[in-house]
């Protein structure tokens, strides 16, 4: 199975003939229009420029990884910060989250931030929130849906649900299928 680095790849060379024009033409057009929302920018590509949800997705990643690398901190940078310290025994269950929700499409995007990585495709479905030391928050968002045992209803605006991981080895088939779920309604 390819990873999702070569997956984009493959759609950055097969873009001249899917869309009609390379990469580097369409950061232009992205950058022309002054867009800075990744949902804003997929929009204007499938709308004014007929793009298919997959392609649109990948110009607008590349688009806003390009403009967050002119800043201070770094997806990597921002990752690392948040498992460092008494965070650090955690990076595992971040680690088993992340490399589960690449299996599930082409199309997931991995935004860190300050203190949380959202995880999205036209919207965010998850958030992973390093909580205490001891325990990451995986935020779930599935809609309509009641909580019943690890899938705890969330205090947080940004998800329905949220379920409370102290090790990689929660992340089990339950928890895979609610991130499925969400992944699939996003």
Known sequence: MATPEEMAATMIANMPEKTGKPMGDWLKIVSASGLEKHG???????????????????????????AASTTDESSDDLVAAQYSGAKADLKPIYDAVIAY?????GDVEIAPKKASVSLRRSKQFALVTPATKTRVDLGINIKGKAPEGRLEASKNAMCTHVVKLTAAGELDDEVKGWLKEAYSAA
């Not at 590509?45 to 590349?62: E, I, P, Q, S, Y």
């Open 40 to 66: 804003a920018i997929v929009k204007l590509l499938k709308t004014d420029h007929g793009m298919t949800h997959g392609f649109a997705n990948l110009v607008a990643h590349t688009a806003l990884k390009s």
């Open 101 to 105: 929700v690449q299996t599930l499409g």
